[in-house]
């Protein structure tokens, strides 16, 4: 039995991404690489014959989904349904967390300047974050960190994925020998509509 | 990823320089939001902030805000303020020496800036990311208000009996008056010690051995032990307390 069709099936029935890891453990005999091997095929086969769906690295493992295309279509006879968007609020606590974890609600508070329980408590229920530690300050805060549903959400195969800081516009850098640049992209006028 | 970041979507929320304005606060995600906001519009170099202009701007913008909203913007309007004061303040002649106290505000909103950028580019790979949909996808379930409570009288009466049936009746404690005897336990103490060189402390119990009785040959021992009168033994742990008159014995 072809290695790539038992994963396929496997894929196919998984509620969300399966590991290599989790993927090798179908067949006792099967190597890593070889799932690795299988999971090319099964992609391929998908591109090359154009079907509707295709593979997709996610979250640190492998789903199978329809394609972008198609999305309209499916939405508008309501066999699927967009999962609900995120406020800004809860999209810049959720960045802040991503590069900072594991961070406390005070830091948190201090970069964005508003206070964050809200939003923390929404994050939480919704999967995208969770309690990850506690931190040395006093009152031994809790920390958050970032799930594997947030990846999911994002479409994103792991936190690597995310802009490094050094290609962003702007730095986290002291604003001493930065702020010729700065100065020019603070100004700029949106170009997106 | 190596996309280049596009610039975040303004605000709807709009204000003009002039006053009179109408603030829809509600666009911004928080103060550093509105300050950035107006540095955009006034086309301000954030190098270079005119705190004072700045900071009056900001204050009227959140001039309408009730106090709930206004919690986050105000600790800003006091560090605008604060801000305001100190550029007033004359510098001397020594430029090198002068450190800019917009410093710090302008390292906050760079950092800010860029967690919008962040956030804005999250934004899009999410929505990206929802263009696809794994099999079986079931839509999370619409979060539904509690139904409304219905109850009528007879029912919010009848809970009512129930939560006070359920209080426990309040237990008093009666306080007995049980008044130690030390002086008896101490005759009777003194009469054995007459009699006998030696006793087990539970003869001079008397003829009633209740706790007040108890307490009070204990008393009453300790006293005499204290005075001397008397020696206090325990041969063993837990054993009888053993009283002796002759007090050339070991003590304990």
Known sequence: MPLAQLIEAALFTAARPLTVEELAMLDPDASLADVRTALDQLRETYDFNQHGVELVEL??????????????????????????????????????????????????????????????????????????????????????????????????????????????????????????????????????? | MSEALAAPETPSGTISPTPGFVVELDAFSGPLDLLLHLLREEQIDIADIPIARIADQFLRAIHSLGLNQAADYLEMAGRLLRLKVQMLLPRGSDEEGWEDPRAELVRRLLEYQQIKEIAHWMARSAERRSEQYPRGYLPPPPELPPPPLTVDLLELLQAVERVIAAIPAPVLHRVVPRPLDVEGATARLEALLAERAEFDWREAWGPEPNIANLLSTLLAILELARRGALHVLQPAPFAPLVIRRDASGPTH
């Open chain 1, 59 to 193: 979250a640190g493992g492998y789903q199978i989904l329809s394609r972008p295309a198609f999305a309209a279509a499916i939405e508008r006879a309501q066999f699927a349904v967009r999962v609900q968007r995120l406020t800004g609020a809860a999209m810049e606590t959720l960045a802040v967390i991503a590069y900072r974890q594991p961070v406390g609600r005070m830091e948190i508070e201090e970069i964005r300047g508003v206070s964050a329980s809200g939003v923390l408590r929404t994050l939480q229920e919704r999967g995208l974050i969770e309690v990850v530690g506690r931190g040395e300050a006093l009152g031994r805060p809790l920390l958050y960190g970032t799930t594997a549903l947030f990846l999911e959400l994002l479409g994103l195969k792991d936190l690597s994925d995310l802009p490094k800081t050094e290609e962003l516009a702007i730095a986290l850098r002291p604003p001493e020998p930065a702020v010729e640049d700065v100065a020019d992209a603070a100004a700029y006028v949106p170009a997106e509509s």
